[in-house]
Each structure stands twice: as C-alpha cells, then as structure tokens.
C-alpha cells in the first residue's frame, strides 16, 4: 500500500543522508532551544493571545513557522527521542534515564568536528551517579540542572561540566544557564558549534524549591514571558558576535502545557494537554531562522516528529548517523526553502498508548479514529463505516509494523 511504502521510503532515507544538502563551508552554528511544557496556543506567533512572546515571534517573522511538529506528551522521552533519532519503544529503560549505548545528536556533531555545549535540564540520569553523563552523550561543556537533586530556579543545584557549581547560591537558574551559553558561543565564534538549551522554563517549581526574591514562585504566564526574554538574549549575543547569518536557530518544546493551564487564541480557549496524547499535548511549535538561507515569513506544513532531528542535524553539518534504525527523516531541505521528501505519517507513544496520523486522520491503538482537519480537539470519533475502512486498514498497518518490530 502507497503509505507503507512510504514508511521504508523514509526508513531508508533516514540511514543514507548526506551532507549534501550545504557545502562544508556553508555548514551552519546551531543553536537548538527546547522550551519545557509549552504548548503551541502560547506563543502569539502561533495565534496565542494570553502572553508577550516578541523575540519569538520575531524568530517566526523572519523564519519559517512548521504547523506540525509534534514531540511525546511527557518530558523524559520527548528528550530521548530528539537526541536520539529513535522512537521511544527502542528507547525506554526506565523512566528518566536514556540506556548508555545510544548515540545522541551531541556525538554525531561532536565527530563532524563541532564544539559540543548544552544548558538547562539534564533529564535523561541523576548525576550524582554519574557526574560524567552529560560529556559520555557528547557535550563537552554543560551547565545543568541535576533533575531531582535540588533546585532548578532559585538557589539552584547546578552541575558545571563535572563538578557541582558554586557561586550560584544567589542565582537565578535559567540567568545561569543563559550567561553560559552566551559564553560558548563567544568562545566557540571561529569553530561551528552546537549549543543545545533544553530550557527548566516553564515547568512549574516543586513545592520544596526555593520563592524568588518576592517570596513567590512565577506563574506559568510570568514564567513564558521570561523563557521568551531568555531567547532573546542569546539572539542578541549572537549579532553581536556577527553569527547571525552563519547560525542556524530552531525552537521548539518538550510537549504541550500543563493542563491545569487554560490559554486563549483570540476568543478560543485551550486548555494545556501536558501528558495525553491529543493535540494539546504532542503539538509543540517548531521554528527555524537562519538569515539569509531559511526563506523569511513562511510556513511549513509538513509533518514532523521529534525523531527527525537527529538526521537533520546530521545532514546540515555533515555528520554521520549511528549504525542502528533511525526512525526519523530529515527536513534539512524545508529548512533551505526546497521541498524535501515531507513524511506522509507521524507517531507518539506514552504510558502504552500510541497513535499514527498523516496531516487529515489519526488512528490510536485502541481503535479510536479522527478527522483532524474537522475535529481538532477530538471530540467526534469517526464511526467505523465502509468508508472509513480503508483509512483505518493503512493507519492500522503501520502501527502493527512498528509493533512488530
């Protein structure tokens, strides 16, 4: 059938990428910021009306705006599947954790002769294990938050390569991480670099971290608000080191927003979707700007899943791919304006439950199919009808095939 063959299509494409796409001097800096539980209703750029995200969507004015990025519902494995190019049923040990034989894009960059830096959340082991983990994944500087060693805001625990930090007592973690980046990159301004910011913003505090100055913790549109001035400020080092042109800046986020958080886009209210898999809580915003190379002011609309970073990174900077299934396809040529090889369907999977959808329908595992082009927020399951069968029959094929293998 025409979709599963389009499935070995993007199987074989994603284990015979090139660096075809640049020449190796045009190869770009990357900077990749992954903003924590922020759906796409949030950002005006996106339609969003409830907060004031300028520097995004400034980013989206002069880049390209993807309509369908969608990550995992949870934070744990949509870090693992960016990294790793790998759906999450080859993934998984336990939760919090990605096992010690998978290749993340920092490695793949790291051997494509790129200066490896990443700030913010370090989720994927606790430290205190293993103060080395982040450099074993490929990141040769880091500044991260320890995960549930201690604080992530104010008067954070913070890991500095791998020591525990000092002189951050009175620090504001996200500023941290902020300040250090700008510094790899100032550091990194005559070789390509990957600064890779899996922000802390704007996941809520836990109940035992510290209150800012005012005795309070930030709420969620208090804490968009400065997760945008934080993207900002790496935007404005970068013109001042002159890399604007030469830096590749994509965004997107972890999984949607907490669903005790209700925001509107005009008059249409939309509840956050964090850890269920509709549409509020898999569709993050994606967003890449690079001046003078990815076309200005346009959007995307074709699927992506957060498998396909890895082959994208991989083909932009020449680096080559594991040795191992990679399920995701590169959009490396969307981002230089050209077609491309768009997927026809994309996957997610969280706590058992998993769903395939092309652009129009999604079919869950369990059975349960929508129209999303009339039922986004999946209200209506189509009935099983003769007319339906067939879309059924070629979703469900696909789903049985990555369950089979």
Known sequence: ????????????????????????GQRPNIL???ADDLGYETLGCYGGTSYSTPNIDKLAKGGIRFENC????????????????????RTTTKWGHIPNDEVT???????????TALAGKWQLALLKNNTAHVAQKGFEESCVWAWHEGPRYWKPKLYRNDKIMNG???????????????NFMETSKDRRFLAYYPMCLTHWPKKDEPKGPNGKWEKFGEMVENMDEKVGRLVVALDDLGLRESTLIMFTADNGSPNNVTSLMGDIKVRGGKAGLTDTGTHVPLIANWPGTAPAGTTCEDLVDFSDFMPTLAELTGGELPNV???????????????GTPREWIYTEYSGKAWVRTK????????????????????????KTAGSQEIRNRLQSILNSLKDE
């Open 32 to 34: 990749l910021i992954m």
């Open 325 to 339: 299934k990679i399920d995701g396809t590169s959009f490396a040529p969307q981002l230089l304006g050209r077609k």
């Open 1 to 24: 059938m025409k979709i599963v063959r389009a499935a070995i299509v993007v199987g074989l494409a994603a284990t015979q990428l090139s660096a075809a796409t640049v020449k190796t």
């Open 168 to 182: 951050v007592s009175d620090r504001y973690g996200p500023d941290v991480f902020a300040e250090f980046l700008v």
């Open 70 to 89: 969608h990550s995992t519902p949870k934070c744990s494995p949509s870090r693992v599947t960016i990294m790793t190019g790998r759906y999450t049923f």
């Open 105 to 115: 894009f920092g490695s793949i960059l790291a051997s494509a002769g790129y200066r």
């Open 360 to 383: 129009e329908w999604k079919l869950y595992r369990k059975g349960k199919l929508f129209n999303m082009n009339n039922d986004p927020l999946e209200k209506s399951p189509v009935e």
